[in-house]
């Protein structure tokens, strides 16, 4: 659940100086995935935002935790799922300690409508005894998964205790800022731990728009690649130990 201080971002690796997961443009420097406090979710940053705040409260909030940020538009079962799990309440019954504003508003005679005007997409989850009052403007709430709209912007009495949920859009580098050497039609990946000889044959594979590799099956290690110099990072290291005891009984197979 959210608290009064929204989680903080921590990158857990860094590669070429730059965080892990970061881009990195000469000249530049370090473009972080998500500001302090956010989380990746999918392919944007969510956080847990003010508690206890009217709506127009809440979205200062949240445009004041980072350049950019309001509050968050759900637009995937993803960014959902984010906004269930820090807001529902695991003490407390009541529907009215689970729920979190959203950037969805409504004016007295216009349609339902994003705080960063991200199109009304395909997802509502509105729950069944969601009205609206005619030629009123309306604000929206997440509450166990469902969405309610609430006549007004100001903090319903006895909610005191709801909370809002932030969002902002991840910092990307427009094509043209980034620079190719167009005499090269490849960029080697430093991903490799051998000096010896040249490796190849990794399994390559993209994750929320990031380019990474399996770079071995036992144990099984998934390096990110960067795509503008070739810096790797390895971001997994597991062992299965049934295919780890086939590879003893039968080392022909490695």
């Excluded at 909030?61 to 799990?85: H, I, N, P, R």
């Amino acid at each position: 659940m959210c608290l009064d201080k929204a989680e903080v971002y921590v990158a857990p690796k860094s590669i070429a100086g730059c965080p892990f997961g970061a881009d990195f443009k000469p000249g530049r420097g370090c473009l972080r995935d998500c500001p302090a406090g956010f989380t990746q979710v999918g392919t944007t940053c969510m956080a847990c935002g003010r508690r206890g705040a009217s709506y127009n409260s809440a979205r200062d909030y949240c445009e004041a935790m980072a350049s950019g940020a309001t509050l968050a538009s759900v637009s995937s079962e993803e960014e959902q799922q984010f906004v269930d799990k820090v807001c529902t309440s695991t003490t407390s019954p009541r529907h009215q300690d689970s729920a979190c504003w959203i950037g969805l508003t409504k004016s007295p005679i216009g349609p339902w409508s994003w705080e960063d005007d991200t199109p009304f997409g395909d997802l509502e989850r509105w729950g069944e005894d969601s009205g609206t009052v005619p030629f009123s403007s309306h604000t929206a709430v997440s509450i166990w998964g469902n969405w309610y709209a609430i006549q007004g912007r100001m903090l319903p009495v006895d909610w005191s205790n709801m909370g809002s949920v932030c969002e902002v859009q991840k910092p990307t580098l427009a094509p043209e800022q980034i620079s190719w050497d167009s005499s090269r039609l490849a960029l080697e990946v430093q991903c490799s731990e051998r000096i010896d000889k040249r490796e190849k044959n990794w399994i390559g594979f993209d994750y929320g728009g990031r380019l990474m590799w399996v770079y071995s099956v036992l144990p099984h290690v998934v390096k990110q690649a960067r795509a503008q110099d070739g810096a790797c990072a390895e971001v997994s290291r597991t062992t299965y130990n049934p295919l780890a005891q086939l590879a003893l009984a039968h080392p022909q197979l490695k």
